[in-house]
């Protein structure tokens, strides 16, 4: 497995979000019915000025990481950015968009990954895998990022989640014994990909009809809902569908390391409801005072960025402790389920 060909670790972390706007005054802004969005938990949420981009916000973090750490981005090996919304222009790299932003000198290595809110996590897997085929990768600038195109989407209308704009970068180094990454495990089940699939702005559908705004689109869940004809019994088994899924996800990636459900401290999963995050946690005997459920309600969903953004918050405030291992898991879009652990 290659969780035995290479041992890497975080040395630090980066962060940058949005300015903070309260759930409750700016819910009506975005949708009819505000109570239902109350309702979620979220007090807070990072909304980006106009004019910031994705780029801009992975930049900031990644310049934040680095600058902690007293190095430049001349010191890295590579940059992967993770980016879970609507590029900031089609046949463009943000990766690449980053590694200059960051001034990077002559050539560099960069990756970009956007499979929705799973590619904060899953890349780390794919950092693994680099890692283990290329040994002079020593440095890695891993950042996730979402920057909400609110042309394209309603933030608080695509799922039960009041979507974010931040970022969170990772200096990965080899070797390094800290926040060591032990697995990544993910499936999906293709048959549910078009799930929260936006319609417009794509080869498919490149201009949205006269008068439409993303506050004409239907909510997330209307998709589902016709996925599966609004029979009700098939709605209750998807719904025992997807919380079993994660907890397999979470299964496989403890086999992978070699691990037991005794060694598992923390599940961070993605910055849902309190509720939600409480019922992933509890297969592993996990109680809610060790998951990302406090933060989430914080911080609204920022996709990719939820689960390393929670964990790096949790680390400087001494919430985990060194050796604990801990669960960055979610669903995503594909649908994907997926869990990285590391060992604090």
Known sequence: MVSQLVEFGVAGFGYATGEDRDVAKTAGDYVSDPERVIRWGYHTFHRAPDGVTATDLATAAGRDALDKLGMSANDLDLIVVAASEVPDYHHWDTSAGVARQLKVEGTIQTLLLNEGCACGVTGLGYVAGLMAVQPEL???????VNRVSEFHRNRMNVNNAVHSDGAVAAVIKRGHENVRWLSTEQFTDPDLSDFFRTDVGGAVTPVPLDGWTAKDAP????????????NPAKLREFVATLNQRITDSID??????????DDLKHVIYINDSADTIEEVAEPFGVTVEHTNAELSLSHGHMGAADQLFCLGEHIERGDVQPGDVVALCGISIGMRWYCTLVRV
């Open 138 to 144: 020593r440095n890695v600038l891993f950042i996730a």
């Open 219 to 230: 909510p997330g869940h209307a998709r589902i809902h016709e996925h599966f004809e609004k």
């Open 252 to 261: 496989n990636a403890l086999k992978r390391a070699d691990l037991t459900r």
